[in-house]
């Protein structure tokens, strides 16, 4: 590896990032301090419902002199549609937002993130997607994350569904990364299994992802002099490589027992870590796959990515093995020599994966034979990610990696 010498250290981050337990106590009057008088407080009906803290937080925001105005309507995996719908819901309102507080997982961080495009703007979301020239700048916003996780707080894109179009769109731009991150790892205690397993597994496939990715000094930045993603480098391998580290060894106590604060902790900052990789360094195989297969099953995000996750190790064991070799380590692998040890990754990952009831391969995730032609070109078509491939030709390991990814195939099965 050489990715001291060779690659150039670029680190792109919201400008503060609090986490701690009880870090939301901070939120109202850090607010107050930045000059805020007005927020749009986005969020779901589960937490208006059943959530004390955002309670306590609307009265602290009103205690500190901020009108907060409350759009409950967050939905799972949002579309543009909803973003549409929201941002016509603020407009009858009445109201002038100067701040946008984001409450929830990885699907209203991106609500809100998009309303904070749309409501400047004035425009619907369809005309913003896929360019950063936007009418006016976002809203700033502060986003506080209670699943760990997906790390929208720290990345400077909102992802969204289109209806007609086969993978999910993205709103992208430097500009578009939360002022403020607030991660406090108690509010992902009421989360359940099944949300701890998807958003767990989706901090891990970051990590690995942008661990095994392009290096910042290969990265074609198409001339953009302020890319959101630009490759991996030192620092964000160092993030890369305590985020899978924390993932392996809390992921499934925090599966099995939620209220266990070590393990709900670990994986706040596993999903930190793997967020301060990803969102400067970028992802490639396993998220374009993934947007295909969620755009062909309406699986969630986290179920998608880690399906794929193993597949896209294995392709990589040419030319990323002793990274592989490390992640066997700390996934708990026996010593052996470097080429074993890398081929060991992908079989413990997927491990992991159905140890927290999750589909190992396509053909369990209910995906037929007929329709990986398809999920090949669609991975494909999300051309900001296949650029990043650090491996064979892009068309040739995609068609590869989905074709194992069916069949359930490893090269380290054998080598066991
Ligand atoms: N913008 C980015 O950089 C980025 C990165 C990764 C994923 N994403 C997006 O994030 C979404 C997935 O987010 P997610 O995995 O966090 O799940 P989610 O936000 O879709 O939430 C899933 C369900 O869990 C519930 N929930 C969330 N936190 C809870 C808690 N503490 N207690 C009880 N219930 C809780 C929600 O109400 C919802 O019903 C996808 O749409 C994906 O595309 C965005």
Redesign the pocket.
């Known amino acids: 590896m050489t990715l001291i010498a060779d690659n150039p250290i670029t680190l792109c981050t919201p400008s503060r990032v609090l986490c701690a337990d009880g870090a939301r106590h901070r939120i109202a009057p850090l607010c107050k301090s930045l000059g805020w008088r007005q927020a749009l407080v986005v969020s779901?009906r589960?937490?208006t419902q059943?959530?004390p803290a955002l309670a306590e937080l609307l009265q602290t925001l009103e205690q500190q002199g901020i009108a907060a105005h409350v759009f409950d309507g967050?939905e799972?995996?949002?579309s543009t549609t909803l973003v549409d719908r929201a941002t016509a819901w603020v407009r009858e309102q009445g109201v002038a937002p100067d701040h946008v507080i984001a409450w929830?997982?990885?699907?209203?961080?991106?609500l809100a993130?998009a309303l904070c495009v749309t409501v400047s703007s004035g425009r619907p979301v369809a005309e913003l997607v896929g360019h950063a020239n936007w009418p006016a700048p976002p809203l700033p916003l502060v986003a506080v994350?209670?699943?760990a996780?997906?790390?929208?707080e720290i990345?400077p894109?909102?992802?969204l569904i289109q209806p007609g179009s086969a993978t999910?769109v993205a709103l992208m731009a430097n500009a578009l990364r939360p002022a403020v991150a607030v991660i406090d790892p108690e509010?992902?205690?009421?989360?359940?299994p099944r949300?701890t397993a998807?958003?767990g597994l989706?901090a891990l496939t970051?990590a690995i992802e942008s661990w095994l990715t392009l290096d910042a000094s290969a990265f074609d930045n198409a001339g953009d002099p302020d890319p959101g993603y630009s490759g991996r480098n030192e620092v964000t391998v160092m993030f890369a490589r305590e985020a899978t580290r924390l993932a392996f060894s809390h992921l499934a106590t925090a599966f099995d027992h939620p209220k266990d604060r070590t393990a709900r902790n670990a994986m706040a900052r596993a999903s930190l870590y793997a967020a301060m990789s990803y969102?400067t360094a970028g992802l490639n195989a396993v998220h374009g796959l993934a947007y295909a297969l969620?755009g062909l099953t309406h699986a969630?995000?986290?179920s998608t990515n880690a399906v794929m996750l193993p597949y896209v190790m294995d392709a990589l064991v040419e030319y990323r093995s002793d990274e592989l070799a490390d992640i066997a380590r700390l996934a708990g692998a026996p010593e052996a020599d470097v080429r074993t040890m890398a081929r060991q990754a992908p079989v413990l990952t997927r491990e992991l994966v159905r140890r927290l009831g999750l589909a190992g391969d396509l053909v369990t995730f209910g995906v037929t034979e007929d329709q990986l032609p398809g999920l090949i070109a669609d991975g494909l078509s999300v051309t900001r990610l296949a650029k990043a491939w650090p491996g064979d030709p892009a068309d040739e390991a995609y068609a590869r990696i989905v074709r194992n990814a069916f069949f359930g195939q490893l090269s380290g099965e054998t080598s066991r």
């Open positions: 779901d589960w937490f059943n959530s967050g799972p995996d949002p929830g997982g990885g699907s209203n961080i991106d993130k994350p209670t699943t996780g997906t790390g929208s990345t894109g909102a992802i999910k509010l992902t205690w009421s989360c359940p949300v998807d958003a989706d970051h969102a969620a969630s995000h986290g």
